[in-house]
């Protein structure tokens, strides 16, 4: 089976020998090309749009052939869609639903009878686009957001446009809000033009289909490609693209990500002002084409069209002044503040000229897209995945702006369309049914030794929690990011290489920190070596990369962190490993049990310190973690059998004999300890020291 065209602008991942396996299955072909056009973010953003099929099942209750529709259910994404994922109902009781539509005024009232239309109760809830699907009468029908064709739908001359580009073949209905009614006017249209190869809804997207998942995803394509072959035609003609560059000389990469990762910490605590929000940076070529540009005020003002990019995006953008990099550090912050506090005040205008009587209240007011000339894109979210997908979805916007301002004019979302969509009742339901945070959402963590046994424990421990996570240490980077992110996510855990002796390397990692996700919660110190021998064999470099590592390494990731913290004013925790060898006088230990000891001590003297600025700073004190801990691998396990005059094996019943409880200790041990100190358990609790030994009286502290 050949693709008719070739395409430039969409990717053709058909594979006919896959789509041959699923042949048998209709809708897990339908499933196949959904997935595939979901991968292509040119097609759709993630979550964005919906597919469906409509085939024969054998009705459960009369025993006889009904049509049954699958479609992608509320909440879910194309490119990862699965049967669980979908919706599937009776195709005959959705036509009956018109005997029961009352009207625009009654709309919201159809999405609950959606749910008798179920012809498998337990599947997908159903979602507002369902009605769009299932009034058609084809079999295969893609409904997606593609930049080229919001482009086309978001010009003032877009139905114009669309006439010169496919003559008669697609159809054209003007904005307005997904529903039941939108749903009939897509019925009618086929109904009155029946050689339609798609439809174009104002503002919003695109309908298209056909008799098998190949012709349907086929016709998508060649559509799509059409409308982008003919912006790539204009770009450039009728003006210069966004009005021609303002700020023909911006910085280079590195300084730019520098700039970045100076401001997004402040950025993060302006954006936290209603919840603890997580970050995401880019300066993708699109974004600085479009912030750079002479446009970028007027139609950033105009706001996103899509609904899709709305919902994401919120009414509009705040836009910085390029000339705030040049300023000192104490004017960015006042000029920050100002901004914020302009946009926060707009909003609430906005809410107050748009609200319903029945209307939600008013929801964070705090922009979610901040736009800085000459440097790039900052968003913020609740969630790492949101921000990010957030991002996407502006990105998005830019792209269907500078299509739409190549051949005519870009139109936004009128301001009431925009509020009935972000405050729309059946929205604000969605968002009722999420579940709630876990302890640790929206924060992140910052683990030094974060490969190594106790490390990872902890940010596994800590993502177990909805942390997310920056690994730092030595080695095992590319292994540990991968397992991390195999286990909790792909957008939950980063690793960076650092030298906790090295302050440039240290704000480097945590740079790297910044900019993945907005700046930094929680710092652990759990790099460490140990070195166990007697005074006598005890050298000047046994002591000095001991105290450099243990104690050095502490105080400058902590200070570095701590500035970080300051510019968030968020407050925040650090937690500091140190051992039980810091309180027990042992044998053999000299310069690692002073190392400990200091490291203590200067937990104290930094939590008295940092109390005024609600950073909590507190240590847990393991003793003798074996199994998977780096420190065991070297020479120091040797030393300490030597010191109570046993072997290497019979270390572990050795240490757990001497304790209380007679248990080993393992890094999970270590890393729950970790946890109660930083989940609000122990929100009031700093200076303090916890022991995690199994038991070892000498260590009480006392």
């Not at 002073?594 to 003793?623: C, F, Y």
């Amino acid at each position: 089976m050949e693709k008719t065209l070739t395409f430039q602008h969409v990717s053709y991942l058909w594979d006919e020998a896959k789509a041959l396996e699923l042949a048998h299955d209709e809708v897990a072909l339908f499933l196949y090309r959904s997935n595939l056009l979901g991968a292509d973010l040119r097609l759709t953003n993630y979550a964005g749009g919906n597919t469906s099929c409509k085939i024969t099942e054998i009705d459960p209750v009369t025993g006889h052939p009904v049509d049954v529709m699958w479609v992608k259910g509320s909440g879910g994404d194309i490119g990862t869609l699965t049967k669980a994922g979908c919706a599937n109902l009776y195709v005959e009781k959705l036509h009956q639903l018109k005997n029961r539509y009352r009207g625009l005024e009654f709309e919201d009232e159809m999405v609950d009878l959606f749910n008798h239309c179920l012809f498998d109760p337990k599947c997908a809830a159903p979602s507002i686009d369902t009605p769009l699907h299932g009034l058609l009468p084809f079999k295969h029908i893609d409904h997606l957001h593609p930049d080229a064709l919001i482009a086309i739908a978001a010009s003032k001359d877009g139905e114009q446009i669309m006439q010169e580009i496919w003559g008669d073949t697609m159809g054209w209905l003007p904005w307005q809000k997904p529903g039941f009614d939108l749903g009939l006017q897509l019925e009618k249209i086929v109904a009155d033009n029946p050689g339609l190869r798609g439809v174009i809804l104002g503002g919003h997207g695109l309908f298209t289909w056909g008799d098998t998942s190949y012709e349907s995803y086929i016709n998508t394509l060649e559509v799509i490609e059409m409308a982008a072959t003919y912006l790539e035609a204009n770009y450039g003609k009728k003006a210069p693209v966004f009005g021609g560059v303002k700020l023909s000389v911006g910085p280079d990469e590195a300084t730019r990500r520098r700039m970045a990762a100076d401001v997004m910490p402040v950025l993060r605590g302006l954006a936290s002002g209603h919840r603890r929000m997580l970050g995401h940076y880019t300066d993708d070529a699109r974004v600085l084409e479009f912030v750079n540009s002479h446009d970028l005020a007027r139609l950033a003002q105009k706001g996103t069209s899509c609904p899709d990019h709305f919902l994401r995006t919120k009414i509009r953008p705040l836009v910085l002044d390029e000339a705030i990099m040049h300023q000192p550090a104490a004017a960015v912050q006042e000029y920050l503040q100002e901004q914020f506090a302009a946009y926060r005040q707009d909003y609430a205008a906005y809410y107050e000229r748009s609200k319903h009587p029945n209307s939600p209240a008013m929801r964070d007011a705090n922009p979610v897209v901040i736009l800085w000339p000459g440097v790039g894109m900052f968003t913020f979210a609740k969630d790492k995945q949101t921000a990010r997908v957030a991002a996407e979805f502006y990105t998005n916007a830019i792209n269907v702006m500078k299509g739409a301002e190549a051949v005519s004019e870009y139109t936004g979302l009128a301001e009431q369309e925009a509020f009935n969509i972000e405050y729309w009742l059946l929205e604000e339901a969605k968002l009722q049914r999420m579940a709630p945070p876990k302890a640790l959402s929206g924060k992140v963590a910052f683990v030094t030794g974060g490969t190594g046994g106790i490390g990872k424990a902890i940010c596994e421990e800590l993502l177990k929690q909805g942390a997310c996570v920056v690994a730092v240490d030595r080695d095992r980077l590319e292994e540990t990011q991968a397992d991390l992110r195999k286990q909790f996510g792909k957008d939950s855990a980063l690793t960076a290489s650092i030298n906790v002796t090295d302050a440039d390397s240290i704000a480097e990692s945590l740079r790297a920190s910044v900019l993945q996700f907005g700046g930094v919660d929680i710092v652990v110190n759990c790099a460490g070596l140990s070195i166990s021998k007697p005074l006598a064999d005890t050298t000047q470099a046994d002591w000095d990369i001991l105290n450099d590592v243990l104690v050095k390494g502490q105080f400058l990731v902590s200070q570095e962190a701590v500035r970080i913290l300051r510019q968030q004013a968020l407050g925040g925790d650090i937690v500091n490993i140190a051992s039980k060898n810091g309180l027990v006088a042992g044998p053999n230990n000299v310069a690692y049990g002073t190392a400990k000891a200091a490291q203590l001590h200067m937990s104290r003297l930094l939590a008295a310190e940092l109390g005024p600025d609600k950073i909590r700073v507190n240590t847990v004190n393991p003793d003798a973690v074996l199994r998977g801990s780096k420190i065991w691998e070297g020479d120091w396990a040797a030393g300490r059998a030597k010191a109570y005059g046993i072997s290497v094996e019979e270390l572990p019943q050795h240490y757990a004999k001497r304790t209380l409880l007679g248990e080993e200790l393992l890094s999970e041990d270590i890393a729950k300890a970790v946890r109660v100190f930083v989940d609000g358990s122990l929100s009031k609790s700093t200076g303090n020291v916890l022991n995690v030994d199994g038991g070892v009286a000498m260590a009480f502290v006392r």
